[in-house]
């Protein structure tokens, strides 16, 4: 079963750094990878979607790339704010299979 | 909008007493899937669906039940709820289980 590893489990920046959010998976036979934030006690909020056949994805400040020969995946956060403040969750989705395997994400907090 | 909705969003509930948590999707989607989520554990699959009358099990089903009557419904059936289900629930649907997932934003449940 796929393993994902997300790195580092808390982050805490002040605000205006650009971070990068990290995500290994023990299987490379990635199909497409999504990322999500979590406010705590809410839903999954889909942030990014790198299809099978690209490398990265962006939307505004936020930047994905996935390689799928090393099994990683970044998440680029530029000119962090408080609102980006939540827990960054990486599930991969692989060639076999229809589950999405999460890691226990990555608590962020942007401080003002 | 396209959306997944969940209900209830709370509910507490006395061991034994069969409840039912319902999901619907408006994005005429193929597949749709239950996860639970635990502190410490992430979120887990329970059950999956890839169309009409069509079901399996994920990594945690026991316990549930789930029905697929409808595309658009997927409901989560608990026959005889244990305080270990006293948990995070979330419905999430996709085109085919490959493709983008949306989730809805989730159901609290706590078993007394």
């Known amino acids: 079963k796929q393993e994902v590893t997300q790195i580092p489990a808390a982050l805490s920046v002040p605000e205006g750094e650009n971070l990068v959010l990290n995500c290994s998976f023990t299987d490379s036979a990635i199909y497409n990878l999504q990322w999500f934030r979590q406010d705590p006690g809410k839903g999954l909020t889909s942030l990014l979607l790198i299809q099978s056949s690209q490398r990265e994805q962006t939307s505004g400040r936020l930047n994905a790339s996935l390689d799928k020969s090393s099994g990683r995946s970044t998440l680029y956060i530029a000119a962090s704010q408080p609102g980006d403040s939540a827990t960054y969750l990486c599930?991969?989705?692989?060639?076999?299979?229809?589950?999405?395997?999460f890691g226990k994400g990555t608590s962020l907090l942007v401080t003002p | 909008e396209a959306q997944v909705t969940q209900n209830p969003r709370y509910l507490i509930t006395v061991t034994g007493k069969k409840l039912t948590v319902t999901c619907s999707q408006n994005m005429n989607h193929e597949y749709m899937s239950w996860y639970r989520q635990d502190p410490g554990l992430g979120l887990r699959q329970i059950y999956y669906?890839?169309?009409?009358?069509?079901?399996d099990k994920g990594d945690v089903p026991e316990g549930y039940k789930v029905s697929r009557k409808e595309k658009r419904n997927f409901p989560l059936i608990l026959e005889s709820p244990s305080p270990n289900q006293t948990s995070l629930y979330f419905c999430?649907?996709?085109?085919?289980?490959?493709?983008?997932?949306?989730f809805g934003s989730g159901t609290r449940l706590t078993v007394v």
């Open positions: 999430a649907s996709s085109p085919s289980g490959k493709e983008g997932y949306t």
């Open positions: 599930p991969s989705n692989s060639n076999s299979g229809y589950a999405l395997n």
């Open positions: 669906s890839m169309n009409v009358e069509v079901t």
